[in-house]
Each structure stands twice: as C-alpha cells, then as structure tokens.
Nanobody, 116 residues
Framework: QVQLVESGGGLVQAGGSLRLSCAAS????????MGWFRQAPGKERECVAS????????SYADSVKGRFTISRDNAKNTMYLQMNNLIPEDPADYYC?????????WGQGTQVTVSS
C-alpha cells in the first residue's frame, strides 16, 4: 500500500500563503486519484481539492476555489496544496489522500492555523 507523509502546515497570518506537501512511498503505480481533505474541530471532513492521476482536471470546493491549487511532481512522488489568501475559515487539520485500486491511503494530517 502507498504511504503518505505530509508536511508544510503551520501558523500563517491571514492573507498569507502556505504550501502543503504530501510525499508518497511504497506502491504508487496505479494511483487513480488524489486530493486533500480538511477537518476543523466540530465540523465534518471536507474535500477541498482533488485530481485524477492521468490528465485529470482539478476540482475544488467552493469554499477554496480561486485560492487553493492542487498539483503534483511526479519526479518527487509528491503532491501539493498551494493555499493563498488564507482566511479564518481555513484553519483545520489537512489530510492528503490517494486512491489506488479502490483503496484510499491517508496522510497523517498537518495542522494549518491562521492568525490575524
């Protein structure tokens, strides 16, 4: 199974930017889709961005559309979530995922905090 390790979370000022990384190891061949969820305390998990492995167009939640960008670097076996213009609604634990042959692997989560 693919293993996902996240990094890049932290504290940023409102209006600032962060880039989350999700590095994959293990069996990554056959990955069909990948993306990012977030979950804030007391709230349901929300898928904020996703994309298909082959020629997929990114899809974004309305809450982040225009501010977040999902991307991947195949050479580094890593996907990213670029978060710009962070607002008070964005703080949460962010989890990357990868779907492979019907199984979903999850990153361990990375926390994003926004200060003002």
């Amino acid at each position: 199974q693919v293993q996902l390790v996240e990094s890049g979370g932290g504290l940023v000022q409102a209006g600032g930017s962060l880039r989350l990384s999700c590095a994959a190891s293990g069996r990554t061949f056959g990955t069909a889709a990948m993306g990012w969820f977030r979950q804030a305390p007391g709230k349901e998990r929300e898928c904020v961005a996703s994309m298909a492995w082959i020629g997929g167009r990114p899809s974004y939640a309305d809450s982040v559309k225009g501010r977040f960008t999902i991307s991947r670097d195949n050479a580094k076996n890593t996907m990213y979530l670029q978060m710009n213009n962070l607002i008070p609604e964005d703080p949460a634990d962010y989890y990357c995922y990868a779907d492979r042959f019907g199984n979903r692997a999850w990153g361990q989560g990375t926390q994003v905090t926004v200060s003002s």
